[in-house]
């Protein structure tokens, strides 16, 4: 049930329809990755069709579906290192839980849009509490596919890359695959539609897998699950409920307390950043009362000299050792003349390494 919830608060952060009536389908496939030779999916009802996402330059990217499945096994390919011979693992603990998939319209056009796309998905699903978001734990996984367009007409041979687990290795891929499928192109090749893995530390694609035919999943319904019947007045409720979403937390910052929007959108990329703004700024007791220098000030700390120690220490702002309090009562110091900015720099580190106030 609580899966479900999630699913539907999604679709709804997503703009999506949300259906009465859906059902579960049995996916069949000969992968190693679930042992039992079939994935229990959603084929032709998910829980959520249709919606958008924009994005900053106003663009709005279709979503086709957001759905429910379940997760696959996780295979490791490794080498030996004494035989130089490649083997392959097969991690089953998430086999089997609750999966959200997010499908996306063919509405994006370059690696700088699909970077932006999957940061707003993300910051979507954490302020929702739907997921960490976190792509190096796999909890939160993208697949990408791309194809170019030949003489205006886009290729029906589209290219399936899996293995990005971070924003930067998803930008990397895509603009290599751009760069590789041109020079096929130009060489009056063709693109071979397959699945490629990233290959992080040479910053190359490699095939996995020729799709040159399309599979025959034999999708029926699951015979184990019975129609799933949601309740327009649950789905009201759980709208209701809704927490306030990244674009409507970043108009607010630029509206309450004068930020720019780029300084807006840096704080709302993560939940935890933005919390952490607000909470620094609650020292001053009435929200309304913090004049605007005092707000600059508190996200140029947040999003330089924070962000850099968080960097190079390589933890998440929501596990930093300086409390949003501790950074308030630090810039109080500053405006009333006890410290001066130069001294912050160094107390600020000081409070990071040693974790005392």
Not at 108 to 131: C, F, N, P, W
Not at 221 to 248: A, H, Q
Request: overall charge negative; charged content about 30%; some cysteine.
């Amino acid at each position: 049930r609580r899966a479900v919830e999630f699913t539907v608060m999604t679709g709804l952060a997503l703009n999506s329809a949300i259906a009465t009536e859906t059902k579960f389908d049995r996916k069949n496939y000969p992968y190693p990755d679930l042992m039992k030779g079939y994935q229990i999916s959603q084929f032709d009802i998910p829980i959520a069709l249709g919606g958008w996402l924009e994005l900053d330059s106003g663009n709005r990217l279709g979503i086709t579906r957001v759905h429910m499945e379940e997760d696959t096994a996780r295979l490791i390919h490794r080498v030996d290192d004494a035989t130089g011979k490649g083997f392959s693992l097969v991690d089953v603990n998430r086999s089997g839980i609750p999966l959200m998939e997010i499908v996306g319209d063919p509405d994006i056009s370059s690696a700088d849009d699909a970077r932006e796309y999957l940061t707003k998905v993300r910051s979507i699903v954490q302020y929702l509490g739907v997921s960490t978001g976190n792509m190096e734990e796999g909890s939160f996984r993208c697949d990408a596919n791309i194809s170019l367009s030949v003489d205006g007409e886009m290729s029906d041979q589209r290219v399936e890359v899996k293995n990005m687990n971070s924003f930067r290795a998803v930008h990397r891929a895509l603009e290599y695959e751009i760069e590789r499928q041109t020079q096929v192109l130009e060489n009056g090749q063709r693109i071979v539609q397959e699945t490629r893995g990233w290959i992080e530390d040479k910053g190359i694609t490699v095939s996995q897998r020729s799709k040159e035919e399309a599979h025959d999943y034999r999708y029926f319904p699951e015979p184990d699950l019975p129609p799933l019947v949601i309740d327009p007045i649950w789905v009201e409720g759980i709208r209701s409920k809704l927490p306030e979403l990244p674009d409507d937390r970043c108009k607010r910052f630029q509206a309450e307390y004068d930020l720019s929007t780029y300084d807006a959108n840096q704080l709302v990329a993560t939940k935890a950043s933005a919390d952490f703004f607000e909470e620094s700024l609650s020292l001053r007791g009435d929200k309304r009362s913090v004049n605007f220098a005092r707000a600059k000030s508190t996200v140029n700390w947040i999003n330089t000299d924070l962000a850099h120690l968080l960097n190079d220490a390589g933890i998440n702002i929501e596990n930093s050792p300086i409390s949003p309090v501790s950074l308030g009562e630090m810039l109080d110091f500053i405006e009333n003349g006890t410290i001066s900015t130069k001294m912050a720099k160094d107390l600020f580190e000081e409070m990071f390494h040693t974790e005392k106030d």
